[in-house]
């Protein structure tokens, strides 16, 4: 099993409500990534960040934030839920060491009533 | 642009028979290829990856990827396949001076008994 860390694992609320995910890894990565993916379907990159300090959209665009204070830990928080955020949150962190491989959570599985 | 083609949705194959999960990519110099699998209501996890050298690659669980440059290739596969092969896996490349990855669409794979 890698060393990230997704909480909670499942998170049920309603509309309107502010909400973070969080994502920590203990590998010292510098890297890290947040993906959107519907069950089953493809994965989508929504936000990432190379260090302390330095985040990027990604790939899809998404209402959501994201802070990178601490290397260990990559935050995404919405502040206004809404149903079409309903989803399941991955979170990845890789490094140049490890030739980019990308260790993913156990995810995030939100949904907004 | 830097894509990664998974071109079948679904991979059928019953208990016992080889199976192969096709990838092909279009990235730009020599770039870094992965799989992973993921099952239901859980991050990915990795299978095996091809940095250089020799282009049969051996990973986790008993299965393999053949790289071939001449054919932007590198299909998974293996053997003899369980029931319990049975989850989605994601190709991705990381191209040449990319600091993460390129992921394929996914392929379901359903291993009967």
């Known amino acids: 099993e890698a060393d990230i860390y997704q909480t909670p694992r499942y998170l049920v609320i309603g509309t309107g409500k502010k909400i973070t995910l969080e994502c920590s890894q203990t590998m010292g990565h510098d890297k890290m990534y947040w993906y959107q993916q519907d069950p089953g379907m493809e994965l989508h990159l929504i936000h990432y960040s190379y260090g302390v300090n330095s985040t990027e959209k990604g790939d899809l665009s998404s209402e959501s934030t994201v802070s990178r204070i601490r290397t260990e830990h990559f935050p995404l928080t919405l502040e206004s839920a809404r149903p079409s955020h309903t989803s399941q949150y991955l979170c990845?962190?890789?490094?140049?060491?490890?030739?980019?491989?990308?260790?993913f959570g156990p995810g995030t599985r939100l949904t907004v009533t | 642009a830097q894509s990664v083609a998974q071109p079948e949705d679904q991979v059928n194959v019953a208990e016992g028979n080889p199976l192969t999960v096709k990838c092909t990519y279009s990235?730009?110099?020599?770039?870094?290829l992965f799989w992973y699998v993921q099952y239901p209501n859980r991050g990915l996890q990795f299978l095996l990856k091809y940095i250089t050298g020799d282009n049969l690659v051996k990973g986790s669980y008993g299965f393999e990827a053949e790289f071939n440059k001449s054919q932007t290739s590198f299909h998974l596969k293996k053997p003899s396949a369980l029931v319990s092969d049975s989850a989605l896996y994601f190709c991705a490349v990381r191209p040449t001076g990319f600091q993460k990855l390129v992921f394929g669409t996914g392929t379901r794979l359903l291993v009967s008994p």
């Open positions: 990845a962190s890789s490094d140049r060491r490890e030739a980019y491989e990308q260790y």
């Open positions: 990235v730009s110099g020599n770039p870094y």
